[in-house]
């Protein structure tokens, strides 16, 4: 697991610009957190729902990639439930079922008080090549 963490950790510029920290990962699982900042606010001063969405997707990414094998977003869902506006969100991924090509999982964004900020639903499709086989475009 050590080299799965290490590999999103150093490979995955998206999740490094929104300030997400990989936490933990496990088979079919992931934590992470993220420090709410001004740049995640929105308009009216709550964090953009792009932010949650970033931050479920992510733990989403590395729980279903934790096996090894390259897995994609086939479909994805999210519902908001309560706005959060400073302070650290958390995340955490659970694989819910894994057959031959399809896996599913359920996130879970919590803010620090344990809160259940938003739940995501994501669906990953297994390519055949090795996660850590993967080269850096150049």
Same mark, same amino acid.
């Given at each position: 697991m050590? !080299?799965?963490?290490?590999?999103?950790?150093?490979?995955?510029?998206? /999740?490094?610009?929104?300030? =997400?920290?990989?936490?933990? *990962? #496990?088979?079919?699982?992931?934590? @992470?957190? +993220? $420090?709410?900042? !001004?740049?995640?606010?929105?308009?009216?001063? *709550?964090? &953009?729902?792009?932010?949650?969405? @970033?931050?479920?997707?992510? @733990?989403?990414?590395?729980?279903?990639?934790? &096996?090894? $094998? =390259?897995?994609?977003?086939?479909? *994805?869902s999210? #519902?908001?439930?309560?706005? /959060?506006?400073?302070?650290?969100?958390?995340?955490e991924?659970?694989? =819910?079922?894994r057959?031959? $090509?399809? #896996?599913?999982?359920? *996130?879970?964004?919590?803010?620090?008080?344990?809160?259940?900020?938003? +739940?995501?639903?994501? +669906?990953?499709?297994?390519?055949?090549?090795?996660?850590?086989?993967?080269?850096?475009?150049?």
């Open positions: 050590d !080299k799965i963490k290490r590999f999103f950790s150093e490979n995955d510029q998206f /999740a490094k610009l929104s300030g =997400i920290e990989l936490l933990e *990962v #496990s088979p079919g699982g992931a934590k @992470t957190k +993220m $420090k709410i900042e !001004k740049q995640h606010l929105n308009g009216v001063w *709550v964090v &953009h729902g792009g932010a949650v969405f @970033t931050l479920a997707d992510f @733990t989403f990414a590395v729980a279903s990639n934790s &096996h090894g $094998k =390259i897995a994609v977003a086939v479909n *994805v999210i #519902s908001f439930l309560k706005a /959060a506006r400073e302070g650290y969100l958390f995340a991924a659970k694989e =819910i079922s057959g031959h $090509k399809l #896996s599913n999982y359920q *996130v879970e964004v919590k803010d620090e008080k344990g809160d259940l900020v938003a +739940m995501f639903q994501g +669906m990953a499709y297994q390519k055949k090549g090795d996660l850590l086989d993967c080269a850096k475009p150049t």
